[in-house]
C-alpha cells in the first residue's frame, strides 16, 4: 500500500479548515458568485490584491459547501513554502495522507485523489505559480470529481480555470445626497473598522461626530480588510482622528497584525514587499512610475508618461497586463467610454510604488511629464469645448479630476511654471462649470492670478474665467475687478475675444444687480465682437443671455428670435450644451407667454441632457423652471417636493441660483404661493420629502418618467427605491449571484438588454461593482423584508 487512510462505511467526512475566530464581514456577494463558480468549473482562483481577504472567503465557501464533499475538504497553505520542491508533499501533510512508498509523489497524490470527492483550498499560490498550475491541471485531469479553490494574485492560467477577482470592501457611494448613520454602518469596510475598534475598546460606535473620520480612514486604505483590520488596532492608543491624520505614514503606523499572523501579513509594509517581490524588474519599474498617477489611468498616458529609460513604448501595454494580472493595477469598472480601458491603483500600492520612484531619484521626472501629459490634455479639451465631441470630453476631465489636479499642483509648485498652470487652469473652465468642482477651480484661477502678475494674453484669459465663476459663487464684488483688468487688457493687446467676454461677463454681473438696461447693451456688444471673430462658443453664450435679458425686460419677440439663433448655431456645429442652456431659456420665456404644456417640454429636453453629463448647475436651473410651471399650474405638491429636491442641489454647490440671480424673484414668488397653497406644515413636509429622494429617483420624479414612489417612501429607512421594477427585479438576481448570461435566460430577454438594466442600476445607486448591488438589495431586504421595493 502507498498510503494509510481510515477505512470503513462509517468513515467521518473531514473538513479540516481553521476556526474563524472574528466575524466574517460582508461578502454575500463574492460567496454566492465564488460558489456558483464551483458548481461550473473545477478549478477556481480567487485573485486580488494582498489582504484584500482571498483566504477568508475561500475559507467562508469551502465551509458552506463542505457537506457536499464526502471525502474532505483541506486547506493547503502554501505560503511558508520557499520553493517548488515540497509542494505536493504540502499536499499530502495538509491531507494527512501517510506516504510508505518511493513512487513520484504526484502520482500517489493522484492515486489517491483518483475516485475521491475533496475540495482542496490552494492558498497563496503567487510565489509557486508555474507548479501550482501544472499540480492543479493534473489533478483536475487525474481524477473525476476533485475540485480546487485557488488563491493567488494572478491567475494559475491551466484550461478550464474560473477566475474571480475579490473586490476590496465597499466604503460608500458616491452621490449628492449624504447617507445616514445608519445607512454608512451596512457598508462592508464600515462595519469591519466597527466591529474590529470593539475588539480594543469594547464602547466604540458609529456616530454622528465620527463618521467622516471613520468613513475617510477606511477610504483612505482602500476598503482593504486587512490594512483596516491593522488600524482598528491602533485605537488602543490613538483616537480615530489622530488615526486618520497619520495614515500618510501608513506603512510605519501599521504594523501590529497577530502574532499568529505570516510574517507579511503582521505589516502592511511586509504585505506590498511580498507583491513587489513578485514582480519583474520592469513591472517593478512601471508599478513605480504609474503611482505619479493620481486616480486611474488608461493605456494612453501609461505610455506617454512612463515609456523611456528601461521600458519601450511598446512594451508598456505587456506589463500593464502583467500588472493587472498581478492584481498591482486595478480594472476600474466605473462609467466611462467603454472603448477604453483605465486603470487604478489602490492608493496602499500607489503609495508604495511612489517611494519606490523616490528611491529610485526618478519622481521629479516623472511628475514632470505627468504635468505636460495633462497640459495637453487640458488645452485639447478647451479647444474642442464646442462640438459633437465636447460632452466626451466633458466626461474625460471628470474621470480624470484627480490626475488634472496634480498637474496643477505641480505647475504651481515652481515658479517657473506658475504660468502654465494658469493657463491649464483657463483652459479648464467647462470642467470647473460642468461638475462638482466649481469652487476648487476657482481657488486655482485665484491663486494662479496672485502669483502670474504678468500683463498679458494668459492673464486676461484667466481673468474673464475668474470672473464667471464669481458671478456662480455670487461673488459679484470680485468679478467686477478681474473684468475691469481683462477689459483693460484686452484693449491694450488689441484682443478682441477678450473684449468680448469682458463685455458678456459685465453684462451677466448687471443682470445679477436685476440693471437690465445695461445689461442688454453688453451682451450686444459681445455678440458682436463674438460674430466678428468668428467665435461660435462665445456667441451661443452671447445670444443664450441676450435672450434671457431680453425675456426679463419682457420683450418676447426679441427673447425667442435670439433663441431660435442661438438653436441654429448649435445645430450647425453639432453642440449640445450650450443648446441645453438654451432651451431652458426659451422655456421660461414661452412659460411667461402662457404655454405651459412646451415649457415643461423645453425645460424637460434640457434636464435630460444635463442628467446625461451630471451638470449640477443646469440641473438646477432646469429644476427651478419646473418648480415654478408647477406652482402657476396649482401642483403644489409636486413644486414642494421640487423644492426640497433643490435645496440639495444647491447646498451641493454652494450658491442658489448660480449666475442667474435676476431669476431669483420667481423662486421666491413660487415659494411664496406654494406655501400660502399648503400652509406651512403641509410645505414643509413636502419640502423634507423632496429632500429625502435620492438623486436619480428625484430627476426621474422631477421628469415624470414613470410612477414615481417619491413621497411615499418606506417605514423601514424613509426612503423611496430609486430602481423601476423591472431594475429590482434584475438587481435581485444579481444578488443571487446570477451571470448576464443567466440573467437574460431567467427573464427571456436578450444578454445585451440584460447588459443594458444592469449598468442603468449601477449608474442610479452611485456603484461601480456586482457586489454593491447585492449588497444594497440585501439591505433593502433586511429593512423591510423587501416589501418596499417595487417588483416584489
Same mark, same amino acid.
Given at each position: 500500500m502507498d498510503t494509510e487512510e481510515s477505512t470503513g462505511p462509517k468513515r467521518r467526512q473531514?473538513?479540516?479548515?481553521?476556526?474563524?475566530?472574528?466575524?466574517?464581514?460582508?461578502?454575500?456577494?463574492?460567496?454566492?458568485?465564488?460558489?456558483?463558480?464551483?458548481?461550473?468549473?473545477?478549478?477556481?482562483?480567487?485573485?486580488?490584491v494582498g489582504g484584500v481577504g482571498k483566504t477568508r472567503l475561500a475559507l467562508r465557501v469551502a465551509a458552506e459547501v463542505g457537506r457536499s464533499f464526502r471525502d474532505g475538504v483541506w486547506l493547503v497553505e502554501l505560503s511558508r513554502l520557499s520553493g517548488p520542491e515540497l509542494l505536493v508533499q504540502a499536499?499530502?501533510?495538509?491531507?494527512?495522507?501517510?506516504?510508505?512508498?518511493?513512487?513520484?509523489?504526484?502520482?500517489?497524490?493522484?492515486?489517491?485523489?483518483?475516485?475521491?470527492?475533496? @475540495?482542496?483550498? =490552494?492558498?497563496?499560490?503567487? &510565489?509557486? #505559480?508555474?507548479?501550482?498550475?501544472?499540480?492543479?491541471?493534473?489533478?483536475?485531469? +487525474?481524477?473525476?470529481?476533485?475540485r480546487i479553490i485557488a488563491t493567488s494574485r494572478q491567475p494559475l492560467g491551466v484550461a478550464g480555470e474560473q477566475t474571480m477577482a475579490v473586490p476590496t470592501l465597499s466604503v460608500s457611494a458616491p452621490g449628492i445626497l449624504r447617507p445616514s448613520v445608519k445607512s454608512l454602518a451596512q457598508r462592508d469596510a464600515i462595519r469591519l473598522f466597527v466591529e474590529r475598534a470593539r475588539a480594543v475598546l469594547p464602547d466604540f460606535a458609529l456616530t454622528e461626530e465620527n463618521r467622516d473620520t471613520v468613513e475617510g480612514i477606511c477610504r483612505r486604505l482602500d476598503g482593504i480588510p486587512l490594512a483596516i483590520e491593522l488600524a482598528a488596532v491602533r485605537l488602543r492608543a490613538l483616537s480615530a482622528e489622530q488615526l486618520l491624520a497619520r495614515l500618510d505614514d501608513r506603512f510605519r503606523l501599521l504594523t501590529s497584525g497577530p502574532r499568529t499572523a505570516l510574517p507579511r501579513q503582521q505589516? @502592511?509594509?511586509? =504585505?506590498?514587499?511580498?507583491? &513587489?517581490? #513578485?514582480?519583474?524588474?520592469?513591472?517593478?519599474?512601471?508599478?513605480?512610475?504609474? +503611482?505619479?498617477?493620481?486616480?486611474?489611468l488608461d493605456l494612453e498616458a501609461a505610455e506617454e508618461v512612463c515609456a523611456g529609460e528601461g521600458i519601450d513604448r511598446e512594451e508598456v501595454a505587456d506589463l500593464v497586463i502583467g500588472l493587472v494580472d498581478k492584481s498591482i493595477l486595478v480594472r476600474d469598472d466605473r462609467p466611462s467610454d467603454h472603448s477604453v480601458v483605465r486603470y487604478r491603483l489602490l492608493e496602499t500600492v500607489r503609495q508604495y510604488g511612489r517611494e519606490r520612484l523616490v528611491a529610485r531619484g526618478q519622481e521629479a521626472a516623472l511628475r514632470r511629464r505627468h504635468r505636460d501629459y495633462y497640459r495637453k490634455l487640458a488645452a485639447e479639451a478647451y479647444a474642442q469645448r464646442f462640438g459633437p465631441s465636447q460632452v466626451a470630453w466633458f466626461n474625460r476631465l471628470r474621470l480624470e479630476h484627480a490626475n488634472l489636479r496634480g498637474a496643477l499642483e505641480c505647475c504651481f509648485t515652481e515658479p517657473k511654471d506658475v504660468a502654465a498652470g494658469l493657463e491649464m487652469t483657463a483652459d479648464l473652465l467647462y470642467h470647473w462649470i460642468t461638475s462638482y468642482y466649481l469652487a476648487e477651480g476657482r481657488g486655482w484661477l485665484d491663486k494662479g492670478l496672485l502669483a502670474y502678475t504678468e500683463p498679458g494674453e494668459i492673464r486676461a484669459r484667466a481673468l474673464w474665467a475668474g470672473s464667471w465663476l464669481a458671478v456662480i459663487q455670487a461673488d459679484v464684488t470680485s468679478a467686477t475687478v478681474m473684468l475691469q483688468e481683462a477689459r483693460m487688457l484686452g484693449e491694450r493687446l488689441g484682443q478682441r475675444t477678450i473684449v468680448a467676454y469682458a463685455a458678456l461677463y459685465s453684462g451677466m454681473v448687471a443682470m445679477y444687480r436685476g440693471d437690465v438696461e445695461s445689461a442688454i447693451p453688453l451682451y450686444e456688444e459681445a455678440v458682436a465682437l463674438h460674430r466678428a471673430a468668428g467665435d461660435p462658443m462665445g456667441l451661443a453664450l452671447g445670444l443664450i443671455r441676450l435672450s434671457l435679458a431680453h425675456s426679463f425686460r419682457g420683450d418676447s419677440p426679441l427673447a425667442v428670435a435670439t433663441g431660435e439663433e442661438c438653436l441654429a448655431l448649435c445645430a450647425a456645429h453639432g453642440e449640445n450644451w450650450h443648446r441645453a442652456y438654451m432651451m431652458m431659456a426659451l422655456g421660461i420665456e414661452i412659460w411667461r407667454q402662457g404655454d405651459a404644456r412646451r415649457a415643461v417640454e423645453l425645460e424637460k429636453e434640457s434636464l435630460r441632457f444635463n442628467r446625461s453629463i451630471d451638470d449640477l448647475l443646469g440641473v438646477g436651473i432646469n429644476l427651478e423652471v419646473l418648480a415654478w410651471i408647477a406652482a402657476a399650474q396649482n401642483r403644489y405638491q409636486r413644486a414642494a417636493k421640487l423644492l426640497g429636491i433643490l435645496d440639495a442641489v444647491w447646498r451641493t454647490i454652494k450658491a442658489p441660483l448660480s449666475g442667474y440671480g435676476h431669476l431669483i424673484g420667481y423662486h421666491d414668488e413660487c415659494e411664496s404661493r406654494t406655501r400660502s397653497a399648503l400652509g406651512e406644515q403641509a410645505f414643509d413636509t413636502a419640502v423634507r420629502q423632496g429632500a429625502a429622494i435620492p438623486y436619480p429617483e428625484a430627476l426621474s420624479f422631477a421628469l415624470e418618467e414613470r410612477a414615481s414612489t417619491a413621497g411615499t417612501p418606506s417605514e423601514e429607512n424613509g426612503e423611496p427605491s430609486p430602481l423601476t421594477r423591472r431594475e429590482t427585479e434584475i438587481a435581485r438576481l444579481v444578488a443571487q449571484g446570477l451571470s448576464n448570461k443567466d440573467i437574460a435566460a431567467a427573464l427571456v430577454i436578450s444578454q445585451r438588454t440584460a447588459e443594458g438594466h444592469i449598468e442603468h442600476i449601477l449608474n442610479k445607486l452611485g456603484f461601480h461593482s456586482r457586489a454593491q448591488v447585492a449588497v444594497w438589495i440585501g439591505e433593502q431586504t433586511q429593512a423591510g423584508n423587501g416589501e418596499h421595493l417595487p417588483g416584489r
Amino acid at each position: 500500500m502507498d498510503t494509510e487512510e481510515s477505512t470503513g462505511p462509517k468513515r467521518r467526512q473531514a473538513v479540516v479548515l481553521p476556526a474563524e475566530v472574528t466575524s466574517f464581514v460582508g461578502r454575500r456577494h463574492e460567496v454566492a458568485e465564488a460558489r456558483r463558480l464551483l458548481c461550473d468549473a473545477r478549478l477556481v482562483t480567487l485573485t486580488g490584491v494582498g489582504g484584500v481577504g482571498k483566504t477568508r472567503l475561500a475559507l467562508r465557501v469551502a465551509a458552506e459547501v463542505g457537506r457536499s464533499f464526502r471525502d474532505g475538504v483541506w486547506l493547503v497553505e502554501l505560503s511558508r513554502l520557499s520553493g517548488p520542491e515540497l509542494l505536493v508533499q504540502a499536499v499530502t501533510e495538509a491531507m494527512k495522507i501517510q506516504v510508505h512508498s518511493s513512487r513520484p509523489p504526484m502520482e500517489i497524490l493522484t492515486d489517491h485523489l483518483r475516485d475521491k470527492q475533496a @475540495l482542496l483550498i =490552494l492558498d497563496n499560490c503567487e &510565489h509557486l #505559480l508555474p507548479d501550482c498550475a501544472v499540480m492543479a491541471e493534473t489533478l483536475t485531469r +487525474s481524477t473525476s470529481v476533485v475540485r480546487i479553490i485557488a488563491t493567488s494574485r494572478q491567475p494559475l492560467g491551466v484550461a478550464g480555470e474560473q477566475t474571480m477577482a475579490v473586490p476590496t470592501l465597499s466604503v460608500s457611494a458616491p452621490g449628492i445626497l449624504r447617507p445616514s448613520v445608519k445607512s454608512l454602518a451596512q457598508r462592508d469596510a464600515i462595519r469591519l473598522f466597527v466591529e474590529r475598534a470593539r475588539a480594543v475598546l469594547p464602547d466604540f460606535a458609529l456616530t454622528e461626530e465620527n463618521r467622516d473620520t471613520v468613513e475617510g480612514i477606511c477610504r483612505r486604505l482602500d476598503g482593504i480588510p486587512l490594512a483596516i483590520e491593522l488600524a482598528a488596532v491602533r485605537l488602543r492608543a490613538l483616537s480615530a482622528e489622530q488615526l486618520l491624520a497619520r495614515l500618510d505614514d501608513r506603512f510605519r503606523l501599521l504594523t501590529s497584525g497577530p502574532r499568529t499572523a505570516l510574517p507579511r501579513q503582521q505589516t @502592511l509594509r511586509a =504585505l506590498i514587499d511580498w507583491s &513587489h517581490d #513578485l514582480c519583474t524588474e520592469q513591472e517593478q519599474l512601471l508599478w513605480a512610475r504609474v +503611482s505619479v498617477f493620481a486616480d486611474g489611468l488608461d493605456l494612453e498616458a501609461a505610455e506617454e508618461v512612463c515609456a523611456g529609460e528601461g521600458i519601450d513604448r511598446e512594451e508598456v501595454a505587456d506589463l500593464v497586463i502583467g500588472l493587472v494580472d498581478k492584481s498591482i493595477l486595478v480594472r476600474d469598472d466605473r462609467p466611462s467610454d467603454h472603448s477604453v480601458v483605465r486603470y487604478r491603483l489602490l492608493e496602499t500600492v500607489r503609495q508604495y510604488g511612489r517611494e519606490r520612484l523616490v528611491a529610485r531619484g526618478q519622481e521629479a521626472a516623472l511628475r514632470r511629464r505627468h504635468r505636460d501629459y495633462y497640459r495637453k490634455l487640458a488645452a485639447e479639451a478647451y479647444a474642442q469645448r464646442f462640438g459633437p465631441s465636447q460632452v466626451a470630453w466633458f466626461n474625460r476631465l471628470r474621470l480624470e479630476h484627480a490626475n488634472l489636479r496634480g498637474a496643477l499642483e505641480c505647475c504651481f509648485t515652481e515658479p517657473k511654471d506658475v504660468a502654465a498652470g494658469l493657463e491649464m487652469t483657463a483652459d479648464l473652465l467647462y470642467h470647473w462649470i460642468t461638475s462638482y468642482y466649481l469652487a476648487e477651480g476657482r481657488g486655482w484661477l485665484d491663486k494662479g492670478l496672485l502669483a502670474y502678475t504678468e500683463p498679458g494674453e494668459i492673464r486676461a484669459r484667466a481673468l474673464w474665467a475668474g470672473s464667471w465663476l464669481a458671478v456662480i459663487q455670487a461673488d459679484v464684488t470680485s468679478a467686477t475687478v478681474m473684468l475691469q483688468e481683462a477689459r483693460m487688457l484686452g484693449e491694450r493687446l488689441g484682443q478682441r475675444t477678450i473684449v468680448a467676454y469682458a463685455a458678456l461677463y459685465s453684462g451677466m454681473v448687471a443682470m445679477y444687480r436685476g440693471d437690465v438696461e445695461s445689461a442688454i447693451p453688453l451682451y450686444e456688444e459681445a455678440v458682436a465682437l463674438h460674430r466678428a471673430a468668428g467665435d461660435p462658443m462665445g456667441l451661443a453664450l452671447g445670444l443664450i443671455r441676450l435672450s434671457l435679458a431680453h425675456s426679463f425686460r419682457g420683450d418676447s419677440p426679441l427673447a425667442v428670435a435670439t433663441g431660435e439663433e442661438c438653436l441654429a448655431l448649435c445645430a450647425a456645429h453639432g453642440e449640445n450644451w450650450h443648446r441645453a442652456y438654451m432651451m431652458m431659456a426659451l422655456g421660461i420665456e414661452i412659460w411667461r407667454q402662457g404655454d405651459a404644456r412646451r415649457a415643461v417640454e423645453l425645460e424637460k429636453e434640457s434636464l435630460r441632457f444635463n442628467r446625461s453629463i451630471d451638470d449640477l448647475l443646469g440641473v438646477g436651473i432646469n429644476l427651478e423652471v419646473l418648480a415654478w410651471i408647477a406652482a402657476a399650474q396649482n401642483r403644489y405638491q409636486r413644486a414642494a417636493k421640487l423644492l426640497g429636491i433643490l435645496d440639495a442641489v444647491w447646498r451641493t454647490i454652494k450658491a442658489p441660483l448660480s449666475g442667474y440671480g435676476h431669476l431669483i424673484g420667481y423662486h421666491d414668488e413660487c415659494e411664496s404661493r406654494t406655501r400660502s397653497a399648503l400652509g406651512e406644515q403641509a410645505f414643509d413636509t413636502a419640502v423634507r420629502q423632496g429632500a429625502a429622494i435620492p438623486y436619480p429617483e428625484a430627476l426621474s420624479f422631477a421628469l415624470e418618467e414613470r410612477a414615481s414612489t417619491a413621497g411615499t417612501p418606506s417605514e423601514e429607512n424613509g426612503e423611496p427605491s430609486p430602481l423601476t421594477r423591472r431594475e429590482t427585479e434584475i438587481a435581485r438576481l444579481v444578488a443571487q449571484g446570477l451571470s448576464n448570461k443567466d440573467i437574460a435566460a431567467a427573464l427571456v430577454i436578450s444578454q445585451r438588454t440584460a447588459e443594458g438594466h444592469i449598468e442603468h442600476i449601477l449608474n442610479k445607486l452611485g456603484f461601480h461593482s456586482r457586489a454593491q448591488v447585492a449588497v444594497w438589495i440585501g439591505e433593502q431586504t433586511q429593512a423591510g423584508n423587501g416589501e418596499h421595493l417595487p417588483g416584489r
